[in-house]
């Protein structure tokens, strides 16, 4: 069974996407902010996480993704994110953050599922 992290602060978006992926016979843990997020990774070596960018401060996901790749780490990391409707910044084109995809909030089911296919084959 594959194992997928959800790292994000927002109860609603972690029930949510916690129920699509049970549904979906997905092994999910989850972590509420990025420290417990970085032992929860290094813990439980998902096969994909997703990653939420603003938690305790606005960019929480994007320097946990970069101490992940840091480590060593070469899991599939996606980040979701409500930044550019809240900053009208679009990072989904950027080449220099060290992460595979970004959702964007809310996400909807059939998205979630093109992204299972593409990283869990």
């Given at each position: 069974?594959?194992?997928?992290?959800?790292?994000?602060?927002?109860?609603?978006?972690?029930?949510?996407?916690?129920?699509?992926?049970?549904?979906?016979?997905?092994?999910?843990?989850?972590?509420?902010?990025?420290?417990?997020?970085?032992?929860?990774?290094?813990?439980?070596?998902?096969?994909?996480?997703?990653?939420?960018?603003?938690?305790?401060?606005?960019?929480?996901?994007?320097?946990?993704?970069?101490?992940?790749?840091?480590?060593?780490?070469?899991?599939?990391?996606?980040?979701?994110?409500?930044?550019?409707?809240?900053?009208?910044l679009d990072f989904s084109q950027s080449k220099t953050l060290p992460v595979d995809e970004f959702l964007e909030k809310p996400i909807k089911s059939s998205?979630?599922?093109?992204?299972?296919?593409?990283?869990?084959?």
């Open positions: 069974m594959k194992k997928i992290a959800i790292i994000d602060d927002d109860p609603d978006i972690v029930d949510a996407v916690s129920l699509i992926l049970k549904s979906k016979n997905y092994d999910v843990v989850i972590a509420r902010n990025i420290q417990d997020g970085f032992i929860l990774v290094e813990t439980e070596k998902p096969d994909l996480i997703l990653l939420d960018v603003m938690m305790d401060e606005p960019d929480d996901g994007f320097y946990l993704a970069m101490k992940l790749r840091s480590k060593g780490v070469r899991t599939p990391i996606v980040l979701l994110t409500s930044v550019s409707k809240s900053t009208g998205t979630l599922e093109d992204i299972l296919k593409k990283y869990l084959v």
